[in-house]
């Protein structure tokens, strides 16, 4: 079995933050092979090979994961860092043909919307950005399915039509623990030594520097965490649990409470 990672990067901006992940998973797995989808011109070297990203795709993400040459392929998105070996991710792939991550903010609309089909709140979207899957038929015709449904759908996201496929397909999927698709790295200060391994970091905050003017670049762990912490602080803000309502060492629970009855 050949297992590798493959990386599907538009635009110049989005092949630096390809390259810069690419380039944190080789400092820790040397030997591990990496291509790569572009219309760009990476580094020589660092991709084992770098495939032309084919014309009139509705979306290339979807449309160029069947396209992977390895039997077994871990797609990630550009805004993600590696922080160390994936020791033996890819035998899940063993039993399943799919593995993802939940994504975050389940209970918001956003994550919770579909279109055509009406799952329970235990199955929310699972995110895109990190998908673990196996090459053949199976799983070529599930992501055909997906590509068609986004197509028809006209959401600009689309893990709203990844959601219902997953839950009218018959593919066997794996939901991946967190530390293979860390979202909330604010995780990182309640997690025990033995709670986790984190893995694979992915961050909104390693592209903020795209999305909002003057923001500086973030490069490294330790810059998303920082933002993040900050972030925490501002989304309770949000539900107006201000500091005079929630002082810094309250219980947790009484804030989910608070927030529950606004």
Known sequence: ???????VAEGPDYLTLAVASAQSARAVMPDLNIDIFTDGTPPCGLFDRVHPIPQGLIRAKIECLPLSRFDRTLYLDCDTLVLQPFGDL?????????????DVRRASDLIRQGHLEA????????NGGVILYRSGSQTAEFFAQWA????AAGFERDQVTLKDLL???DVPFYVLP???????????????????RPTIVHSHRLLDHLRVQGAERVRDLAGVLALERVALQQEWAAVN???ADCPAD???SLRFARAQLR
Request: glycine share 2%; aromatic share 16%; charged share 25%.
């Open 119 to 126: 799952t329970p709140y235990a199955f929310p979207q699972m």
């Open 178 to 196: 967190p530390e293979f698709n860390l979202r909330r790295v604010t995780l990182l200060d309640a997690w025990e030594p033995l709670d986790a």
């Open 250 to 252: 309250e219980d947790p």
């Open 1 to 7: 079995m050949q297992d590798g990672v493959l990386y």
């Open 90 to 102: 890819f035998d899940i792939l063993r039993r399943f043909a799919l593995a993802l991550c939940h």
């Open 167 to 169: 839950w009218a397909s």
């Open 148 to 151: 068609q449904r986004y197509a």
């Open 241 to 243: 649990l201000r500091a």
